[in-house]
T-cell receptor, first 115, second 112 residues
């Protein structure tokens, strides 16, 4: 158990809908990262938040957005869903003090199925 | 930006054999290289990492080597067991606020 929690574990929805994925980082970790893993694909970095502020963006679609709250949990919002958005979505967290090495610990993921 | 290549994409070995997975990276500023194991239906699990100030690190049956000059790093698993079967990912990063860049993964199958 990495200490990172994600809810829900599974999510089935229809095209055009909007969903919210939730992540709670390990105790003491200030950074949260979101990744997308499609079938037979590697881990694609979406976005990073550090202590409530957006830190880095990767291959995140404009239909997707995220935020990190004062209690450091994060939510990833996916809207106008398409079939191709079906994937595993992982959250990871790290201390990220600025001078530390970037050890990231992953949650169990949310499997999103868009029908 | 950083680019990480990983080979092979699949690797089949017999139980007890050794397995080696190799990665190359492009950004000479990268100095942190973790390896993750992902079992079916689970999130990636950090199994070992190496920092640029060392050339080799070992943890029981797992070892990682780093050649900064050639920008290569490798994962070595000795005395493989069926429970080692999983997808393994390498990654590279700098220190501080820098995202990890992952390789494309290696599916390791250990046959009894």
């Amino acid at each position: 158990d990495s200490g990172v929690t994600q809810t829900p574990k599974h999510l089935i929805t229809a095209t055009g809908q909007r969903v919210t994925l939730r992540c709670s980082p390990r105790s003491g970790d200030l950074s949260v990262y979101w990744y997308q893993q499609s079938l037979d694909q590697g881990l694609q970095f979406l976005i990073q938040y550090y202590n409530g502020e957006e830190r880095a963006k990767g291959n995140i679609l404009e239909r997707f957005s995220a935020q990190q709250f004062p209690d450091l949990h994060s939510e990833l919002n996916l809207s106008s869903l398409e079939l191709g958005d079906s994937a595993l979505y992982f959250c990871a967290s790290s201390v990220d003090s600025g001078s530390s090495y970037n050890e990231q610990f992953f949650g169990p993921g949310t499997r999103l199925t868009v029908l | 930006g950083e680019n990480v290549e990983q080979h092979p994409s699949t690797l089949s070995v017999q139980e007890g054999d050794s397995a080696v997975i190799k990665c190359t990276y492009s950004d000479s500023a990268s100095n942190y290289f973790p390896w993750y194991k992902q079992e079916l239906g689970k999130g990636p699990q950090l199994i070992i990492d190496i920092r640029s100030n060392v050339g080799e690190k070992k943890d029981q049956r797992i070892a990682v080597t780093l050649n900064k000059t050639a920008k290569h790093f490798s994962l070595h698993i000795t005395e493989t067991q069926p429970e080692d079967s999983a997808v393994y990912f390498c990654a590279a990063s700098g220190t501080g606020f820098q995202k990890l860049v992952f390789g494309t993964g290696t599916r390791l199958l250990v046959s009894p």
